[in-house]
Each structure stands twice: as structure tokens, then as C-alpha cells.
């Protein structure tokens, strides 16, 4: 099985509000990372988060990571129509550096 | 440069065929990746190369032999592929700095090859 699963699977939003995508994940990690995917193309790292970090900022996005509940989160805030895309989490199994697991995805289409 | 390229960007191929999937970075990296990707699906890794020499291999099927000859190519090699391995295949590369290390590295992306086998 996989070592994230997201929700919403899906998510459909007007341009201007916020997205909100949630990631779990199942064992110990030493960082996640988020990545986003236009459709039918390569994945595009977005941000990285320790597993020592709470919070962390980079432009429009805003990732938490709450490793006592192995989740995160990636808010996007006012959102805009070249945001729609396919958003990734990722973390490695604590086994070396290189084995990345990427979890189930969440479909965000935003209407211009 | 922070481009990862991969050639052919499409692949149409018989059960019998061998082709040759390519993916090349100039960044200097020591890490490269192959990953398949079904529609509506998450990236799967396959393969791992460290510093030229093969470092993960996820229970890959045979057919699909990994190859790379320096440390700014990596190559796929199919043959006798079945038409459930038709997908979009991923290359990517890190640094390589983690080895050993534990900690993850930022990916860099190739565009991916989609391939389609009849």
C-alpha cells in the first residue's frame, strides 16, 4: 500500500479562494515534500518540509506537518487558474535518502 | 541548466519490439530515477542509480533493463513489454549528497516519455 494517502482525491474551487489538501502518511519519516503535476507532464517540486519542522512558507504556499498524526498539509491561498493541476506528497521510508513514495494525489481544478 | 530532457517524448511499440528510453541532466547530479505513472495514479519508482551504480531496483520485471553509462545519462532498455506497461515513464535526478544519509532530496523532473504498447 502506499505510504501517502491524500484527500480530497478532488477539488474544485473558484480563482481567489484557498485549496487545502491533506496528506497521511503510515511510518517514520525524515522529511515530505510536496510536488505538482500538470497533466500528462513531469512533477515539479514545490516545497520541502523536515520531519523537525512544524511550518513552512514559500510564496502562496503554506505546508504543516504534524508528525504525532503523520499528515500534512499544503494550503494554497488565492488560488488561480494556472494553479489546476495534480498536487503530490512524497516521503522517504527513513532508508537511505533515495526511495520516495508519492502518495494517492489530489486533482485541484480552479475556475476562472 | 536545471533541465532533466527525455527522448522519445512518445513511444508506440509491439510486444516484440526493442526501444530505448533515454534521459539526460547536465546539473551535475549523482542520483537518477526511473518512475512509471498510470493515468490518474501516483509516480511508481523502479530504479535508483547512485554515482553510476544501480541502488534500488523495486522488483522490476526483467523486461525493463536499466543502464547508465555516466553520470549524466540514464537509459531504459525494453523489450517484450506487455500492453499493461503502457504508461508515462518518469525520469528524474538529485544531488546525491544523501547517500547514506536518510534524507530525501529534491527531485528534478523530466517531461517523461508516454509509451504505448500494442
Known amino acids: 500500500s502506499q505510504q501517502g494517502e491524500e484527500d480530497p482525491q478532488a477539488l474544485s474551487i473558484q480563482e481567489g479562494e ?20 500538470n497533466s500528462g507532464r513531469g512533477l515539479v517540486h514545490l516545497i520541502l518540509i523536515r520531519s523537525n519542522e512544524r511550518e513552512k512558507h514559500s510564496g502562496r504556499l503554506r505546508v504543516t506537518l504534524d508528525t504525532s498524526k503523520k499528515s500534512s498539509s499544503l494550503l494554497i491561498t488565492a488560488s488561480r ?5 495534480s498536487y503530490f506528497c512524497a516521503t522517504d521510508l527513513n532508508t537511505g535518502g533515495f526511495k520516495t513514495i508519492f502518495g494517492a494525489g489530489t486533482r485541484l481544478f480552479v475556475k476562472a | 541548466d536545471t533541465e532533466v530532457t527525455q527522448t522519445p517524448k512518445h513511444l508506440v511499440m509491439g510486444m516484440t519490439n526493442k526501444k530505448s528510453l533515454k534521459c539526460e541532466q547536465h546539473m551535475g547530479h549523482r542520483a537518477m530515477y526511473w518512475y ?16 553510476e551504480k544501480l541502488s534500488i531496483n523495486e ?6 533493463s536499466p543502464e547508465c553509462p555516466n553520470s549524466s545519462l540514464l537509459n531504459l532498455h525494453l523489450h517484450a513489454l506487455q500492453p499493461e506497461d503502457s504508461a508515462l515513464y518518469l525520469c528524474a535526478s ?12 529534491t527531485q528534478y523532473f523530466g517531461p517523461g516519455t508516454r509509451l504505448l504498447v500494442l
Open chain 2, 59 to 64: 522488483s522490476v520485471p526483467s523486461r525493463f
Open chain 1, 18 to 37: 484557498n485549496a487545502t489538501m491533506n496528506c497521511s502518511y503510515k511510518t517514520s519519516i525524515n522529511n515530505l515534500q510536496w510536488y505538482r503535476q
Open chain 2, 36 to 51: 512509471k505513472q498510470k493515468a490518474k495514479k501516483p509516480p511508481e519508482l523502479m530504479f535508483v542509480y547512485s554515482y
Open chain 1, 81 to 85: 487558474a494556472a494553479d489546476t493541476a
Open chain 2, 94 to 105: 538529485s544531488q546525491g549528497r544523501a547517500r547514506g544519509s536518510g534524507r530525501q532530496e
